[in-house]
């Protein structure tokens, strides 16, 4: 059974720390990677997807990949209270449903 | 421009109701999801239609659910009889393209089963 693995947390940091958020999925045919926010009672948004191998950067938020060791993370840079939500990893390969992690919970304390 | 449209946002029946949640996609989206979420299990994909025609139902739990796409503007995802397990927020998403494109997901539907 194709599976994603987060910590479900609290991830505790303070305002301007780096938060590091990671994932690990068990499909070696894996292909497509993102990350999801989700603010309490609200629904998923997307904040990066990454496809290869490496680091991906848009603004604060960068996504690693490591195929190998099957594992993506999300690193957070100058973290903000407004940041404080639950980050969803959905991990698939081509053809195949989105399978979703159960979710990290990020606190950022001010 | 308007994001996926679901309703009710909240539902509250008795057991052994009929309960039906409606979805509208982004317009010219073309792949439509039914997603649950609760506390314990995460969120689960229900079914995934593609142009309208169901393609992987396989996360849909029992009988009791079914799911329509009439068209390529509308959704239903209908519960019949409804049970306490049931109680959870049922999210839709849509996107342009298949499984591995972006979804945007509607605001979801609290369901509450007495």
């Known amino acids: 059974q194709k599976e994603v693995e987060q910590n479900s947390g609290p991830l505790s940091v303070p305002e301007g720390a780096i938060a590091s958020l990671n994932c690990t999925y068990s499909?070696?045919?894996?292909?497509?990677f993102f990350w999801y926010r989700q603010y309490s009672g609200k629904s998923p948004e997307l904040i990066m997807s990454?496809?290869?191998?490496g680091d991906k950067e848009d603004g604060r938020f960068t996504a690693q990949l490591n195929k190998a060791s099957q594992y993506v993370s999300l690193l957070i840079r100058d973290s903000q209270p407004s940041d404080s939500a639950t980050y969803l990893c959905?991990?698939?390969?081509?053809?195949?449903?989105?399978?979703f992690g159960k979710g990290t919970t990020l606190s950022v304390s001010s | 421009d308007a994001g996926v449209i679901q309703s009710p946002r909240h539902e509250v029946t008795e057991m052994g109701q009929e309960v039906t949640l409606r979805c509208k996609p982004i317009?010219?989206?073309?792949?439509l999801f039914w997603y649950r979420q609760t506390m314990m299990r995460g969120l689960e994909l229900l079914i995934y239609?593609?142009?309208?025609?169901?393609?992987?139902d396989s996360g849909m739990p029992e009988d009791r659910f079914s799911a329509k796409m009439p068209n390529a503007s509308f959704s239903t995802l209908k519960i019949q009889p409804s049970e306490p397990r049931d109680s959870a927020v049922y999210f839709c998403?849509?996107?342009?393209?298949?499984?591995?494109?972006?979804?945007?997901f509607g605001p979801g539907t609290r369901l509450t089963v007495l």
């Open positions: 998403a849509s996107s342009f393209g298949e499984w591995g494109d972006t979804q945007y």
């Open positions: 499909d070696r045919g894996s292909q497509s």
């Open positions: 990454i496809y290869s191998n």
């Open positions: 959905a991990v698939n390969q081509a053809g195949t449903a989105l399978i």
């Open positions: 317009s010219g989206h073309n792949s």
């Open positions: 239609f593609n142009n309208n025609v169901p393609i992987d």
